[in-house]
């Protein structure tokens, strides 16, 4: 199989959520000896990006994105520990830390986004559900993140990504990080208000935030 057919059968297999064959790719890519940068670069990435395109103008669903999602995940697992063995570092669009704050528990749509950033080129660290503010913060600094995301489903937890800021200023770190807020009673005016640095509805917004952020 050519280089140019490997891409596109890559793609292929992301859009059509297809994990079996996404898995089958990433051995054949380690096999063939193809720089595995460039099999994400030109063929998982381009991929997922396409399902987020497909997921904005309604032709794809919520089942549709994790499922793809879950293909770059699996395909990932091949890729990485190769690229690790060969001492091959993958090109990084950013270092993001991300969890649910403290007091609340939901973790489905923050694990999305997680998987989604990671799978467009993000080094992502999952903190998990019900995390402290102090924790995000420690994160941040060992990993040298760039990104710090905040996902609350409740209104009354919401109020913990306002106090996020305000302890980011205390600390006087508001602004060595781009904070990005998101879940189902978060706005955009709700990001602004707090000083936010970015607010996204849904997993395929978040990828467009994040990179917008780490473009400035």
């Known amino acids: 199989m050519g280089r140019e057919e490997l891409f596109n059968d890559i793609r292929k297999a992301i859009v059509d959520g297809d994990k079996p064959r996404a898995q089958e790719l990433a051995r054949e890519a380690v096999r063939s000896g193809v720089d595995l940068n460039e099999v994400i670069d030109r063929g998982y990435v381009p991929g997922i990006q396409a399902v987020g395109e497909l997921w904005e103008k309604g032709e794809y669903f919520l ?3 994790i499922t793809s999602a879950e293909c770059m995940k699996v395909a990932m697992d091949i890729l990485q520990p190769e690229m690790a063995k060969a001492n091959i570092k993958s090109r990084s669009l950013g270092k993001v830390v991300i969890g649910t704050v403290e007091g609340d528990i939901h973790d489905i749509g923050k694990n999305l986004v997680a998987s989604m950033l990671q799978a467009n080129g993000f080094e992502v660290f999952d903190l998990g559900a019900d995390v402290k503010l102090d924790r995000f913060i420690e994160k941040a600094e ?3 993140a760039d990104i710090i995301c905040l996902s ?3 209104t009354t937890t919401m109020l913990n990504q306002k106090r996020f800021i305000e302890m980011l200023r205390q600390k006087n770190l508001y602004g060595k990080y ?3 807020v998101g879940g189902a009673p978060a706005t955009r005016k709700w990001a602004d208000d707090i000083g936010a640095q970015g607010y996204a509805e849904n997993a395929a917004l978040a ?3 994040a990179k917008a952020v780490t473009a400035k």
Request: aromatic share 0%.
């Open 142 to 144: 060992a990993e040298k």
């Open 152 to 154: 609350a489903l409740l």
């Open 63 to 65: 089942p549709e994105l």
């Open 207 to 209: 990828v467009k935030a």
């Open 178 to 180: 781009k904070v990005l």
